[in-house]
């Protein structure tokens, strides 16, 4: 199949404001990196002073690891820096060690967005669903079903399908050796809090929301960003969402302007920082009537739960 149809910058932008738009910096997507792990240290701290506060910070700091993955995935796509070299480390190191298999993956998610060959099309696929079936996903993540199946879920799969001959036991051993970076980096990080005497921070204001918060607003991303929109569709102002957000859906659900979806597959070069500029451009030329926009996540979600139960 044809990939999908692009948006020319030319359309929309003068050359002035499409150079702002684009050009790269050396400081500002270290400065995001560096925000987000001091919102997750800050969050944590306050926990810590006022254990009272942690389900107020399991959200923060679940929202937040999402966006170390926000920006990863600006990563994959050259914007955090304008060394190349320096953007894949930072992305690699400090924000997720997934970028060399998500890069491909990711790239020919837009090269072919929402067609047969979009490997993300699994994702938005299935809605509309009823409301019954959207509740009990979120009830899968908030209780960790939804982490555990991904993180962990080949594991017994793994086992139960070994080859003639293995043991379980070594079946288990190639399984895990799987997560050895995932098992041995939360290990560490959790002897260092221990150490200090705080191993139960580590526990409720890393992991818990890394299985539980972050699972939820990780679908919600996924679902505000391509559900309902046509498959195949020819106009590339309509194949993914911008969804308006104020502070506290920043906050706590879209950070690093994720929200700005539509614009990000319009002119996949730009940076995350330009994406609202490129909002603000877009709609003062009129361009954004013909944009798939929402104007918030509670109103997209009801529409993505709308369907009849059979």
Request: proline share 5%; net charge positive.
């Amino acid at each position: 199949m044809a990939v999908a149809p692009r948006a020319q910058p030319e359309d929309f932008f003068t050359t002035e404001e499409w150079q702002s738009l684009t050009t790269r910096s050396s400081w500002k997507g270290l400065w995001l990196v560096a925000h987000c792990w001091g919102v997750i240290g800050a969050a944590m701290l306050v926990g810590i002073v006022w254990p009272w506060t942690v389900p107020l910070m399991v959200p923060i700091v679940g929202a937040r690891q999402l966006g170390l993955f926000i920006l990863m995935h600006d990563a994959a796509h050259a914007g955090l820096h304008r060394s190349r070299k320096v953007n894949d480390w930072v992305g690699h190191w400090l924000c997720s060690s997934t970028l060399r298999d998500y890069r491909p993956y990711h790239l020919q998610h837009h090269r072919f967005v929402q067609q047969t060959e979009d490997p993300d099309l699994v994702l938005s696929a299935p809605f509309p669903i009823t409301r019954d079936s959207m509740w009990r996903k979120v009830v899968r993540d908030l209780s960790g079903q939804t982490f555990y199946k991904q993180r962990f879920g080949h594991i017994a799969q793994g086992i139960r399908h070994r080859a003639p001959g293995e043991s379980a036991w070594k079946a288990l051993g190639r399984e895990l050796a799987k997560d050895r970076r995932f098992l041995v980096g939360n290990g560490l990080g959790f002897l260092a809090f221990a150490l200090t005497g705080y191993g139960w921070a580590w526990l409720l204001m890393w992991l818990l929301p890394m299985a539980t918060w972050l699972p939820l607003v990780s679908r919600v991303r996924n679902i505000a960003e391509h559900a309902l929109v046509a498959q195949s569709e020819a106009d590339p102002l309509r194949q993914a969402r911008t969804t308006h957000a104020g502070w506290l859906e920043r906050a706590v659900v879209a950070p690093y302007w994720v929200n700005y979806h539509c614009e990000h597959h319009m002119f996949t070069s730009l940076p995350c920082w330009s994406l609202p500029k490129a909002h603000r451009l877009l709609l003062r030329r009129g361009a954004t009537a013909r944009m798939e926009v929402q104007p918030g996540y509670l109103s997209l979600l009801k529409r993505a739960a709308s369907a009849r139960a059979a």
